[in-house]
């Protein structure tokens, strides 16, 4: 922290070792119980405060947006679009000839968009080598700890619509 | 504190001794006195000077110890080195420029005079000063000690080293400060051969 000091000062060791008692910078009992109370004060309202948010906590509400039209990707074939809002990139494959699934690109480590590979079958994160499964979004290597948020899909007549986000 | 503040004027000592054994009888440290006795130029004459610890604003030997055993309170006083620090190197009897410093050999600890703390913290006056027959050792008001002829001074010059204190000296009415440097007083030669001869 020598940045923090004035040029002319005293050296460090001048000050922490003072010679005078009173410039002594101890940390007494009092300070200590004083600081655990207070500490534990601190940590019971915090308690409060995420007690009274779940309590009203709402349900949040995703809008249905089309994604794609029936057969408009070929199996094996992937689209990206946003949802639910523009800053939320998304990936959907065609998995089947009537499947289709669809994840949040953004990988659960450090945001990196993940892509799909047609030859291993799966989504794959370039940045540290983490590895996602197709059929749920879970992991299956490398350093992400969570699964991929999943995008529910539906099928309404010819369009293939996303209604929901599922955290992994 | 309480007004008093302690004056030294070795020309009134009388080399009695009185405060070296008022001194020994503190609890604190009982047989060993804390006050520092010299005799001037003993070969020559019998004046004698007894000084107990100046207390500096910026003590010396506080600052050359390694251990951070050596504290001075908000009252002025510089203490006795703390026992569970001391780790009895003698840097401090070394570097102090008055020879305060006591190693204590037997107890592994540096002792010196922290003017009777037990005694002037709560009003009392000095064991040493309450003994001393002709005052050279004096903790009195400002006001009493006016009217001796001496001039009270508490800056000191060693070589190129200012040292203020909290216990005063009585100097010539006409000298500030008291200068000393250590060469004006090495043995000259010529002296010793002087000496010799007789």
Known sequence: ?168 | MFGYEFYVDPSRCIGCRSCLQACEECETHRGNSMINFDFIERRERISSAAYVCWHCDEPTCAQVCPADAIKKGEDGIVHSSLKPRCIACNNCVLACPFGIPKMMEPEQQMMKCDMCYDRTSVGKRPMCATVCPSQALAYVRPEQIAARREKPTNTFYFGNQKITTKVYMMAPAEREAVALDVVDYMREEKHELATTRE
């Open chain 1, 1 to 168: 922290m020598s940045w923090l000091r004035r040029a002319n000062s005293e050296p460090l060791w001048k000050e922490e070792f003072s010679v005078h008692a009173a410039d002594e910078r101890y940390v007494t009992r009092r300070q200590l119980t004083k600081f655990l109370v207070l500490t534990s004060f601190g940590m019971f309202v915090g308690n409060i405060w995420i007690l009274v948010r779940s309590l009203f906590y709402k349900t949040p509400w995703y809008p249905q947006q089309p994604v794609a039209r029936l057969g408009e990707i070929p199996v094996g074939g992937v689209k990206l679009f946003t949802y639910p809002t523009k800053e939320d990139q998304c990936i959907m494959v065609r998995t089947g000839e009537n499947e289709y699934v669809s994840y949040s690109q953004k990988c659960t480590h450090l945001s990196c968009a993940v892509y799909y590979s047609q030859a291993s079958n799966r989504l794959e994160c370039p940045c540290h080598q983490g590895f996602f499964s197709i059929e749920d979004g879970a992991v299956l290597q490398g350093p992400p700890s969570r699964p991929l948020p999943r995008i529910v899909l539906e099928t309404r007549g010819e369009q293939v619509v996303a209604v929901d986000v599922k955290a992994g």
